[in-house]
């Protein structure tokens, strides 16, 4: 799965996914550079259903549904 992410800065960003019970499946930091970023998550292990992708930087979270 691709997370498409812009940026106006170079920073550095938290990725998260968990299901929805907000069990932590997935996490990690990437570094992102100004304009469009991509991300490729592993999801062929993650069971059928809804979960949630958060994004976090400076303070902010971005919240995105996947579903598999």
Do not use: C, H, W
């Not at 069990?23 to 062929?44: A, C």
């Amino acid at each position: 799965f691709t997370v498409r992410y812009q940026s106006a800065t170079k920073q550095q960003i938290r990725l998260k996914i968990t299901d929805m019970l907000s069990r932590t499946i997935q996490e990690s930091s990437r570094d992102v550079q100004p304009g469009s970023n991509e991300f490729m998550l592993r999801t062929n292990r993650m069971e059928t259903g809804m979960y949630l992708i958060q994004i976090q930087t400076n303070g902010k979270t971005e919240v995105k549904k996947l579903l598999i």
